[in-house]
């Protein structure tokens, strides 16, 4: 049932987990949670493809290594944030833009479907999330998910 509250730290241990085994071994993946598990209604499947999208976008953007880092806070009676960000190579303020386009890509032809970013706004916002995103060239991605907690939790 899809309205049953997941613990977002359990599911980011299993993410990690996964990533390990397809990451080279020049990217170092580190994952920060609070000591107490987080939950939040969502389905995980929704929240395992958001999350999974975002993580191998920024392995893609660190073709020499690097490190990816995810961290998972909560504000009590107010949000949960969840934080993905990469050492990669970046992007410059025109393409911030526009990563959110269905079908935009900034990978060769054939190699991305661009639908990516699409998808994983879309994820956010069925949830009534927000999104944000910073980067630099040349300095990395930091993508910033947030989602209200319900007033009763």
């Known amino acids: 049932d899809e309205n049953d509250s997941v613990s977002i730290t359990a599911l980011l241990d299993d993410i990690v987990e996964l990533l390990k085994v397809i990451t080279p071994g020049e990217i170092k993946i580190h994952l920060a949670v609070p000591a107490e598990e987080i939950y939040f209604q969502i389905d995980p499947v929704r929240l395992q493809q958001l999350v999974m999208n975002l993580c191998i976008n920024a392995l893609q953007a660190m073709p020499g290594g690097g490190e990816l880092k995810i961290s998972l806070n909560r504000v009590p009676d107010q949000h949960i944030c969840i934080e993905i960000s990469d050492t990669g ?65």
């Not at 994983?120 to 998910?145: A, D, N, R």
């Open 89 to 153: 190579t970046g992007m410059d303020e025109e393409t911030l833009g526009k990563i959110f386009d269905p079908l935009f890509t900034t990978k060769e032809e054939g190699k991305g479907s661009g639908l990516g970013l699409f998808a994983v706004k879309q994820i956010v916002e069925e949830y009534h999330g927000k999104i944000e995103v910073q980067s630099q060239p040349g300095k990395g991605t930091t993508f910033l998910i947030s989602f209200k907690l319900p007033i009763n939790h």
